[in-house]
């Protein structure tokens, strides 16, 4: 069972359903099935280290019935990610999928506000778009996905990718293994407003 397989409602906060996106090539794309205004809460994962990740979890599975996004905090973190779910798949496809899942976020913390890579264990599936109508943000232990216009019923969830505060040598860890990470991806494609991946 991988993350990106996953297409759950775990810790959604409103309805929501997945379905193809409409952006072109974008694969799947997640859908408000109620309308939203600006604030509103979309989704509330708790937060979770990586080693508390694969200590709870036997090599190859992740939680059934709740969302966490496991925090990844360098390239220590992200083989052992990999090497987690290298029991049931390829090395080199999973950390493709990891590519085009694991997003970043500034958390806040006794140091100001410090940037932190995650991947959620069942996935959210929002592509990006400029503007975007997401956001994402940290509360204490848990991260938090919000609205930042006004959503209504059928309307796509986007995120900005190059909001993200990717840490520098995680995305070099990536182009060592010829894969681009979501940020640069989407900065390379900065001249079309909406691109394919998602998280």
Not at 166 to 195: C, M, N, Y
């Amino acid at each position: 069972m991988f993350p990106w397989r996953i297409h759950s409602n775990g810790n959604f906060l409103v309805e929501t359903e997945v379905r193809e996106s409409s952006v072109a090539g974008g694969g799947l794309g997640r859908f408000a099935c109620e309308a939203l205004r600006v604030g509103d809460i979309v989704r509330k994962s708790p937060l979770l280290d990586i080693s508390d990740f694969t200590s709870m979890n036997p090599p190859g599975h992740i939680p059934k019935d709740e969302d966490f996004a496991v925090v990844i905090k360098d390239v220590k973190d992200l083989e052992n990610w990999v090497e987690h779910f290298a029991v049931v798949a390829d090395k080199e496809e999973i950390r493709k999928m990891t590519s085009w899942f694991l997003a970043a976020v500034f958390q806040t913390g006794t140091h100001g506000k410090e940037p932190i890579c995650f991947i959620h264990l069942h996935s959210f599936h929002a592509n990006h778009r400029i503007p975007s109508n997401l956001c994402v943000c940290t509360e204490g232990s848990f991260l938090l996905v919000k609205a930042i216009a006004d959503i209504r019923v059928g309307d796509e969830f986007f995120t900005n990718y190059m909001d993200y505060p990717i840490d520098p040598v995680i995305a070099q860890w990536f182009a060592s293994h010829g894969l681009t990470d979501v940020k640069t991806f989407a900065e390379r494609s900065s001249v079309s407003p909406s691109v394919s991946g998602s998280h």
